[in-house]
């Protein structure tokens, strides 16, 4: 999953100029940060998940219960919401584990016999190997994001009401965590074959790279406020899909037919993975729609963190801006997709015919309101900027040292 965009915002305006990542800062003590309301009446306890009714006492160890010491007005909507995330399960946003794609299938056969196998091998290597380098570093780059999988898991569960204490909780929420990691998985195994199959990269370099940032770690500025996390990937999701969509087309245009429908069906997971976040979104947005809002506009008057803002292959302390600024000028992903994106939610969730809001809210949703078409004339004004001067050379590990 990645998201590339050059503009930072901040509360009072934005600019295009990158800020060093601050880490946030935290209390030294615990604070309940929303206000605690009488939760809605239960309803009857759906098949498969852990629910204790009102009057009765959970019988649970307390390691096995979710945490809710800062949100627990937004952990009593998220176990409000986890009947229809089930439903959602049970409809086909999850695959069928016995049907779903595997990396195997996209890849020269190595079950069949050696020659045959060498001939398809041979086939793929001969389309990989007129692919021009900037598009090359793009594919490296977006597989070193998804290949930090173990991180996102890690923010997934950092999510109050959400969060799967035990590592195999049988909740909706815990059920949709785990599956979205194993199906998201095939996505860096893939791309990493693809590419060492390919013979025109520096695998040892882009493993170095990969377990560099897996260290680093990755702080969305989530908070552990479940309304924050899936607003988050409900954006990011889409900029994965909209990144890799465009990858694949490259391909295609280059006359790599292996690599077009290996994006393409990635592309297609994300595109699943995004109904599925933004759908509880507009959940949470008909039971708490001030909280809802407030947290979105607050979401979107900082820089968006990328997964892989601290990308680095020991050498280049810049590596992530040199990336980002490559798939910008392949217009994989630019500002302009960004400001699409934030056009798209606030469409989908009718941001501004939200009615009975807060003062607070109703000036969270005026600022949303304007967002996007402030960001787009930004992202056109950068992309003009960026056309006027030309990136400079640098040498890639990735790629045998070679300068792009």
């Not at 909507?77 to 016995?98: K, R, Y």
């Not at 695998?203 to 702080?219: K, V």
């Not at 006359?255 to 429908?261: L, T």
């Not at 056109?380 to 590990?397: D, G, I, L, V």
Request: glycine share 6%; hydrophobic share 35%.
């Amino acid at each position: 999953m990645r998201l590339i965009f050059l503009l930072v915002g901040c509360a009072h305006g934005y600019q295009t100029t990158h800020l060093p990542h601050r880490a946030p800062q935290r209390a030294s003590t615990p604070q309940c940060l929303d206000v605690v309301v009488p939760s809605v009446a239960k309803k009857a306890r759906e098949e498969g998940l852990r629910k204790v009714p009102r009057g009765e006492k959970d019988e649970r160890p307390e390691y096995m219960k979710s945490k809710c010491n800062m949100y627990p007005r937004k952990v009593d909507v998220m176990n409000q919401i986890e009947g229809f995330v089930q439903e959602q399960i049970d409809a086909g946003l999850l695959l069928d584990q016995d049907k779903a794609w595997q990396p195997h299938d996209f890849l020269p056969d190595s079950e069949k016999p050696t020659e045959e196998w060498f001939d398809e091998v041979r086939e793929f290597r001969k389309m990989a190997e007129d692919l021009p380098d900037d598009l090359l570093l793009v594919l490296i780059g977006d597989m070193i994001t998804e290949e930090a999988l173990p991180t996102y898991l890690t923010l997934l569960n950092t999510l109050e009401g959400i969060d799967d204490p035990t590592g195999a909780v049988d909740t909706a929420f815990g059920r949709w965590s785990r599956q979205w990691t194993a199906e998201e998985n095939r996505h860096g195994d893939l791309l990493n074959r693809y590419l060492y199959l390919s013979g025109r990269v520096n695998m040892r370099a882009i493993e170095e790279t990969i377990m560099r940032l897996i260290s680093s770690g990755f702080d969305p500025d989530t908070r552990c406020d479940p309304y924050r996390g899936f607003i988050y990937t409900s954006f990011q999701e889409r900029a994965t899909k909209i990144s890799h969509g465009n990858v694949g087309k490259l391909l295609g245009q280059a006359g790599d037919k292996w690599g077009s429908r290996i994006c393409a069906k990635i592309a297609g997971d994300e595109a699943r993975h995004e109904k599925a976040y933004q759908s509880f979104v507009t959940q949470v947005l008909s039971i708490d729609p001030d909280g809802a809002i407030i947290s979105y506009a607050d979401m979107m008057k900082t820089q968006i963190v990328m997964p892989a803002e601290k990308m680095t292959d020991g050498k280049n302390p810049n590596l992530y801006n040199d990336f980002a600024r490559v798939a910008q000028d392949l217009t994989v992903y630019t500002g302009v997709d960004y400001a699409s994106i934030m056009e798209h939610l606030n469409e989908l969730w009718k941001i501004e015919h939200v009615t009975g809001l807060s003062p607070e809210a109703q000036e969270a949703q005026e600022f949303l309101a304007r967002l996007p078409a402030r960001f787009r004339k930004l992202a056109e004004r950068q992309e003009k900027a960026f056309a006027r001067t030309p990136r400079e050379p640098r040498e890639w590990s990735w790629l045998h040292g070679r300068v792009l």
